[in-house]
């Protein structure tokens, strides 16, 4: 079926340190690939997104690769702030009967200590 | 600026009391997504609607139902809500299949409580 792996939270980073988290895929075909960030009380924002085999996307120094060859497509950021603390999903899109389908993985809390 | 509403923010509800979720939007996107989020878990989809056509995933409770009247809104109902439906339930929108990924646009979300 398909499926979105990510690495178990929480991360515990202090600021300035180099974040990655993990993300695994299983999909039918060639998904389009997400990653979209809560933060506390709030709704699902997108932070980037990539379309294609070797596409990086990025956002506020935020970045992912898409790679078929390992099915991943882990985030990374070179240098957290505190302002960063919030869950990461990271999600695959599906194309069924004309609409488009998120699935996500079950996210990642990151919480960055001044 | 385009965006998605949810109202309310936060919904208090008793035990077995239907209660009414809405989601506007003003971008014009054929299809409108409900999700239940629960605490610490992954957004987890209910059912959607493209144009008029209702999809309900397999494993929605039919406690659960919605409504579209117009292209515009979308409402959840939860007819009689259990304790185990407390949770962040998050409307999305998007285009449909065109040839291009245009992904979901989230609202904020409505946190319900049930007491």
């Known amino acids: 079926g398909n499926s979105v792996t990510q690495m178990e939270g929480p991360v515990t980073l202090s600021e300035e340190a180099f974040l990655t988290i993990n993300c695994t895929y299983t999909?039918?075909?060639?998904?389009?690939l997400f990653w979209y960030v809560q933060y506390p009380g709030e709704g699902l924002q997108l932070l980037l997104k990539?379309?294609?085999?070797?596409d990086k996307g990025s956002n506020k120094g935020f970045e992912a690769t898409y790679r078929k060859e390992t099915t991943s497509f882990h985030l990374e950021k070179g240098s957290v702030q505190v302002s960063d603390s919030a869950v990461y999903f990271c999600?695959?899109?599906?194309?069924?009967?004309?609409?488009?389908?998120?699935?996500f993985g079950a996210g990642t809390r990151l919480a960055v200590h001044p | 600026d385009a965006m998605v509403i949810q109202n309310p923010r936060y919904q208090v509800t008793q035990f077995g009391k239907p209660v009414t979720l809405s989601c506007s939007q003003t971008?014009?996107?054929?299809?409108m997504y409900w999700y239940q989020q629960k605490s610490s878990q992954a957004p987890k989809l209910l059912f959607h609607?493209?144009?008029?056509?209702?999809?309900n995933e397999a494993d929605t409770p039919d406690n659960f139902q919605s409504r579209r009247p117009n292209t515009s809104f979308c409402f959840l109902d939860i007819r009689s809500p259990g304790l185990g439906d407390a949770a962040m339930y998050l409307c999305?929108?998007?285009?449909?299949?065109?040839?291009?990924?245009?992904?979901?646009?989230f609202g904020s979300g409505t946190r319900l409580t049930v007491v």
């Open positions: 990539a379309t294609k085999a070797d």
């Open positions: 609607y493209y144009d008029k056509d209702f999809n």
């Open positions: 999600a695959l899109l599906l194309i069924s009967g004309g609409y488009n389908k998120l699935i």
């Open positions: 999909a039918t075909g060639y998904p389009s």
């Open positions: 999305a929108t998007s285009r449909a299949w065109t040839g291009d990924n245009y992904g979901y646009t």
């Open positions: 971008l014009n996107h054929n299809v």
